[in-house]
């Protein structure tokens, strides 16, 4: 299997957001995101699989990569192009194992020591944040990290890096130009009362500096 470019705008589709998921994925997508994690800490493991098999439907549709957040037993239930997993999560042996060493793996990183733990795996990307202050679920609690952090980490290697946390519409553009190849931009786009136009926004930053 061929592993998919990570690139472009990328968010998080979360039923505890309060909106109809599935509907707010398909915006999200032909608003140019290119790339949505799905997160769930609600719901029974077989609602889980139920929805990621509806969000995987439609991302497939529209050829956008669909991750899904922390497990890698779902990820391979409902055959997604990946996993994200955190520090604590499953680690990264475990998910190549899961899932055969053929779909993405992404982690988090909030510092340089974790960022060479996740190069050292051989992951497929790098999500480091939070960038700025944000108060969106699972990154309130991490150390702001600035533009710093991203840069550092593309001076030593190749990998993705998605840059992730308090991203909105007055600073994307320098978070690009810091060298992030993606950029995880949740609260603006998923909140939005136009998460279409919000996510075109965003594409189109991306575009330009690109």
Do not use: W
Not at 35 to 45: A, L, M
């Amino acid at each position: 299997m061929n592993k998919k470019l990570i690139s472009g705008v990328y968010t998080i589709i979360d039923p505890e957001q309060g909106s109809n998921i599935f509907e707010l994925t398909k915006k999200v997508i032909l608003g140019g995101v290119k790339i949505v994690q799905y997160r769930d800490k609600i719901n029974t493991i077989s609602q889980q699989i139920i929805n990621a098999r509806k969000i995987k439907h439609i991302c497939e549709k529209y050829n956008v990569i669909f991750i899904v957040n922390d497990s890698a037993d779902l990820a391979k239930e409902v055959d997604s192009d990946g996993v994200h997993i955190g520090q604590n999560d499953d680690t990264v042996e475990y998910c190549k194992r899961t899932l055969f060493n053929e779909k993405i793996i992404g982690t988090s990183n909030n510092n340089m020591e974790e960022i060479y733990q996740s190069i050292k795996a051989n992951v497929d990307y790098l999500a480091i944040g939070k960038v700025f202050q944000t108060s969106t679920m699972g990154k309130k609690d991490r150390n702001i990290v600035g533009l710093d952090l991203i840069a550092d980490a593309k001076k030593i290697t190749s990998i993705p890096v998605v840059a992730i946390g308090g991203i909105n519409k007055n600073n994307a553009k320098k978070v690009i130009k810091s060298g992030a190849d993606s950029i995880c931009v949740v609260s603006e786009i998923v909140k939005s009362s136009n998460p279409e136009l919000e996510a075109n926004i965003f594409k189109r930053f991306f575009d330009y500096e690109k």
